[in-house]
């Protein structure tokens, strides 16, 4: 089945550590995202890729950075100079251009704790 | 920059009945999409229904409708018979149809509805 795939779902992690989230997609979509999820503030877009090799900052960019070696994976880490990271960490992926049916396909998600 | 106001953070709505959430946005552009999405406790996010904006119709998936009114840049969803599953936080999400550094989605706030017996 085709799908996306985030991992893990649960992670905790220590004051001052990187932590990366990683997203594999097998839908032969050219974009790829991140958003966050804070209680009572919706879904916030952190990077965007559009195609390999190539990603833009989203509205809340500082603190994360990203990779997009392959078509298939966008990895997300969160380094230590994000000062407030414990929340939910969504991954998703779309068609590009004017074609397809403009929806994103999400993953399950990942809850990042920082202790 | 486009924005999407989801003005309802709660709903209630009994078993069986009929709820509407409101969505409103605000964009220049003539052509993009809109959605509803649903997210469980689960937490997974389900498209429920799309629009695009150059259709008048309004789009209908079984119990779920929209009113689309494009002038008034409004889309609210209705939910009709509504069961018992259809609790979870719903966002409404807008989408440049130009593709592009513009195919980012951008989400409402949310409304949580809880459904009552």
């Known amino acids: 089945d085709g799908g996306i795939t985030q991992s893990p779902k649960y992670l905790f992690r220590k004051e001052g550590q990187n932590v990366t989230l990683s997203c594999e997609q097998n839908l032969n979509h050219d974009a790829m995202y991140w958003y966050r999820q804070d209680p009572g503030q919706g879904l916030r877009l952190i990077y965007y890729s559009q195609i390999v090799n190539d990603f833009q900052k989203g509205d809340i960019a500082e603190g994360y950075s990203v990779s997009r070696e392959k078509k298939e994976s966008f990895p997300l880490t969160v380094t230590s100079a994000q000062k407030n990271p414990t929340a939910f960490y969504l991954c998703?992926?779309?068609?590009?251009?004017?074609?397809?049916?403009?929806?994103?396909?999400f993953g399950e998600g990942s809850r990042l704790t920082v202790l | 920059a486009q924005t999407v106001t989801q003005s309802q953070p709660e709903m209630s709505v009994q078993e069986a009945e009929t709820v509407t959430l409101s969505c409103t946005y605000d964009?220049?552009?003539?052509?993009?999409?809109l959605f509803w999405y649903k997210q469980p406790p689960s937490r997974q996010m389900i498209l429920v229904i799309r629009q695009e904006a150059y259709k008048q119709q309004n789009a209908t998936e079984n119990r779920f409708s929209v009113n689309f009114q494009k002038a008034a840049k409004s889309f609210s969803l209705k939910i009709s018979d509504s069961q018992l599953g259809d609790a979870a936080m719903y966002f409404c999400a807008y989408r440049s149809a130009r593709g592009g550094t513009a195919s980012k989605l951008t989400f409402g706030t949310g409304t949580r509805l809880q459904v009552t017996l």
């Open positions: 998703a992926s779309s068609t590009q251009g004017t074609g397809g049916t403009g929806e994103l396909f």
């Open positions: 964009t220049s552009e003539s052509d993009y999409y």
